[in-house]
């Protein structure tokens, strides 16, 4: 089974700065890779698919890249609704893996 | 628009049974496959199961192989998951989400609480 692993776990930052989120695959999953968003009490929601695809409505400041086994997610300017756990997933036709979480928190 | 509600957690016994139902509207459920997902307490989110637009096809996570059995009402555009010997590391809210896979459409979660 492919193993997604992510870092940090927890990341304090400030309105306004430039945050990064690193997913690594346990072997290469092409371009598989989505990336989500997740506040208290609520359901995921997807903001990536096929590592850099923004869904519909997702803002620009959010970006995703990487291929093979390393990928990234990056939030340019980070605003005050950004704070919250971001997960990737690797993901085929039929089931995902999810990796465990980096929770984006206020400095 | 696509909406998923789930509906059935609760607290239940160790080796106790429930039954999650979800109902859909918005899309054509009939043609799309359907999964359930789980969340247990501070972990990630965790593919339980999957079922095919016509329920030729199913698999499950290994965790509930043997025990829970997902199926659909396509009539009712509703999904199931029945539940059974539930375990304490069973706690959860669970999600149903439209498609396998890459999940766009989420519920909004029941509650599903295994205890003595």
């Known amino acids: 089974d492919i193993q997604m692993t992510q870092s940090p776990s927890t990341l304090a930052a400030s309105v306004g700065d430039r945050v990064t989120i690193t997913c690594r695959a346990s072997?290469?999953?092409?371009?598989?890779l989505a990336w989500y968003q997740q506040k208290p009490g609520k359901a995921p929601k997807l903001l990536i698919n096929r590592v850099s695809i923004l869904e519909s409505g997702v803002p620009s400041r959010f970006s995703g890249g990487g291929s093979g086994t390393e990928f990234t997610l990056t939030i340019s300017s980070l605003q005050p609704d950004d704070f919250a756990t971001y997960y990737c997933?690797?993901?085929?036709?039929?089931?995902?893996?999810f990796g465990q979480g980096t929770k984006v928190e206020i400095q | 628009q696509v909406q998923l509600v789930e509906s059935g957690g609760g607290l239940v016994k160790p080796g106790g049974s429930l039954r999650l139902s979800c109902a859909a509207s918005g899309f054509g459920f009939r043609d799309y496959y359907m999964s359930w997902l789980r969340q247990a307490p501070g972990k990630e989110p965790e593919w339980v199961s999957y079922i095919s637009a016509t329920s030729s096809y199913t698999n499950y996570a290994d965790s509930v192989k043997g025990r829970f059995t997902i199926s659909r009402d396509n009539a009712k555009n509703t999904l199931y998951l029945q539940m059974n010997r539930l375990r304490v590391e069973d706690t959860a809210v669970y999600y149903c989400?439209?498609?396998?896979?890459?999940?766009?459409?989420w519920g909004q979660g029941t509650l599903v609480t295994v205890s003595s």
């Open positions: 072997q290469s999953i092409r371009s598989f």
């Open positions: 989400g439209r498609d396998g896979g890459l999940q766009r459409y």
């Open positions: 997933q690797h993901y085929d036709n039929y089931v995902g893996t």
